[in-house]
């Protein structure tokens, strides 16, 4: 346990530095939006309301009350979002292959550490994990930020504050990633992970019987999607929606983790008997 | 200590010869300590095991004693000491001997002709 | 004892090894040499279960390598496998945060005998310089067996120098070793055990200094010997 907390960290450091660098994109930017947005909007109340004497109300009702809903959608701050969860999914890939194609050969280290190959994708998954996390605490944090700030430059009869929810349901789809209950967080995660420790395994068969191996990540992937969608698939197609909402959960559950089961079996079987450095 | 071995014979059994060698010549003095196998095998450039089996061939000769965990030494025994000086004249005199009678050269011929040469290349100061 | 036993390989169509069996024994050094090419160094993976092997068993102290395996032997390939960004103290205390076998005392000694600065860079090094990190780690762990992959190629006659000292010196012990070669010029005393390979099998495995004796040949007598016929 001690040396896998000790991998965690010693491959949560290998893109620390680049991580550093997207948060910090992300946080400026985030930040620079809020200034400049909301600075905007005052100069145009200002201009509004002092040369071409518009009426308080009458500034709302054409812009609207100043709030995140303005800033949420805008490029300053779904940009570097987008460019940090690419970054994560790229790395997703990239974690493995950097050992066997980057300058010296890593992955002969790691597959002869005196531990059970397996803790070497337990530690990478947790260190995607890790980073996914690390991302989610830091926009939490900045939307109370964000909200300071607005509240700093927007005069409170111009202002419409948000609570944190609602500030998460401005970013869309991106939303997803904040889980609003337990449950939520259960769901949205051991997915993510399911969607990790396949996409891990589709490389490991590749690393392992390399051209080959493309056909069968190919084949493992869409297998893994099928068994995951069967029980939805079969509701619809088979049982005419038979099944009630709850039955249709404990179905998913059960063909989810029968995915995650064989992605980490298949893993263990291909870094033991099968991988090539 | 820099010697060459050929690849031919076994290295234990040079190893064994260079000792006698040293011995003959008096640099290596009756009682006087030996290196350790490792800093033996280390100083020849040579695997540690031969080093090993050359000094184990050298303690059944006689050559060099060990007492308890200390250093092994050069055997102090006159017997062994002159047998070993006789056993290299010995073997000079043999291989002398056989490639003068390869060519068949008459013995007074060439007993002249070595003195004569030894006494000059001792003068030259070249043995 | 390392046993390799009957050991089929292919690459794709290609058969690398054609049932190569040998044994390396602790506290002996055991050459594999082959003139040309592959075979060498898959050997070596695949002791490491580095790469799988067809059909055959590989055997260490009479068990198949698990992971505990790892603190008994240890392989250095032909090239560091360090990461380029650590400095050589990082590398070392990545190796002693792993391996309980990692002798820190034996790391130092080391440090100083190849003349390394903990505090440079891997990507910094010279060849040579890289090529001494690169045998440290592996020294330094008190593993029984070694697996040395080529150490003497690519690198300047003094590092080969130097190198060659190791193997002589205290810091290989009473461990096996295991090294693959092309040629063994100014190696041959160091060997105990020679295995000559070609096309995927073993064509001789004999003790050098029983050969000297018995039949008067040096290693490279018996390499002219067994690859010209």
Do not use: C
């Amino acid at each position: 346990m001690k040396r896998f907390g000790k991998l965690v960290h010693f491959e949560f450091n290998r893109f620390f530095k680049i991580y550093l660098v997207l948060i910090g994109i992300t946080i400026l930017s985030q930040i620079i939006g809020i200034i400049v947005e909301s600075t905007n909007y005052i100069n145009l109340a200002n201009k509004s309301m002092y040369e071409d004497h518009v009426s308080l109300k009458q500034f709302i009702e054409e812009n609207g009350m100043m709030s995140f809903a303005h800033i949420g959608p805008s490029l300053w701050l779904l940009a570097p979002i987008a460019i940090v969860a690419v970054s994560l999914l790229f790395y997703m890939i990239f974690i493995w292959y950097r050992d066997w194609l980057g300058k010296n050969t890593f992955i002969y280290r790691l597959l002869m550490l005196p531990t059970n190959r397996i803790s070497v994708f337990a530690a990478k998954a947790t260190t995607i994990l890790l980073y996914t996390f690390g991302m989610i605490a830091i926009q939490l944090v900045l939307f109370q930020v964000d909200a300071q700030l607005l509240k700093w430059i927007v005069p409170d009869e111009f202002r419409f504050d948000m609570t944190t929810r609602e500030m998460i349901q401005t970013f869309d789809f991106i939303g997803l990633v904040f889980p609003y209950s337990f449950t939520e967080f259960i769901i949205h995660y051991g997915l993510g992970m399911i969607v990790v420790s396949v996409v891990f395994t589709m490389i490991l068969l590749e690393r392992s019987f390399r051209l080959k191996g493309i056909l069968f990540a190919v084949l493992y992937g869409a297998a893994a999607v099928l068994v995951f969608i069967l029980p939805i698939l079969l509701n619809y197609l088979v049982f005419n929606e038979y099944l009630y909402p709850g039955e249709l959960i404990i179905a998913e559950i059960i063909t989810a983790f029968i995915v995650l089961v064989s992605s980490i079996w298949t893993s263990h079987y291909l870094l033991n008997k099968k991988i090539r450095v | 200590m820099n010697v060459k071995f050929n690849n031919r014979d076994p290295v234990y059994v040079q190893v064994i010869r260079h000792f006698k060698e040293q011995i003959a010549k008096g640099v290596l003095e009756p009682g006087q300590e030996i290196p350790s196998r490792r800093e033996l095998a280390n100083q020849l450039k040579i695997n540690p095991n031969t080093a090993q089996r050359a000094y184990k061939e050298m303690e059944e000769q006689g050559l060099i004693y060990t007492e308890g965990n200390l250093p092994s030494k050069i055997t102090k025994d006159e017997l062994v000491l002159k047998g070993v000086r006789k056993e290299l004249i010995m073997e000079a005199v043999e291989t002398f001997i056989y490639s003068v009678q390869s060519i068949q050269v008459p013995l007074e011929e060439v007993l002249d002709l070595v003195t004569e040469k030894y006494q000059k290349s001792q003068e030259e100061g070249n043995v | 004892m390392i046993e390799v036993k009957d050991v089929y390989k292919k690459f794709g169509r290609k058969p690398v090894l054609k049932g190569v069996s040998f044994t390396a024994e602790k506290g002996k050094i055991t050459a594999l040499i082959g003139i040309n090419g592959v075979g060498k160094t898959t050997i070596m993976n695949a002791i490491m279960a580095l790469t799988p092997i067809n059909k055959g068993e590989i055997l260490i102290n009479g068990e198949k390598l698990h992971k505990g395996s790892f603190e008994k032997i240890t392989f250095i390939p032909d090239a560091i496998t360090m990461l380029p960004s650590m400095k050589i103290k990082d590398a070392m205390q990545f190796m002693d945060d792993f391996y309980d076998s990692w002798n820190q005392e034996r790391a130092n000694e080391l440090l100083s005998f190849f003349r390394l600065k903990e505090s440079d860079k891997i990507a910094d090094l010279s060849k040579g310089n890289t090529a001494k990190v690169n045998l440290l780690l592996g020294l330094a762990l008190d593993v029984d067996f070694l697996l040395m992959d080529e150490p003497f190629s690519g690198i300047d006659i003094f590092s080969r120098e130097q190198i060659a000292e190791v193997f002589t010196s205290h810091l290989i012990e009473d461990r096996g070793v295991i090294i693959t070669t092309h040629e063994i010029n100014d190696i041959e005393h160091l060997l105990d055990k020679v295995v000559l390979l070609d096309n995927g099998v073993v064509l001789k495995e004999f003790n050098t200094e029983e050969m000297r004796e018995k039949e008067g040949k040096s290693v490279i007598d018996v390499m002219r010997e067994v690859y010209r016929s």
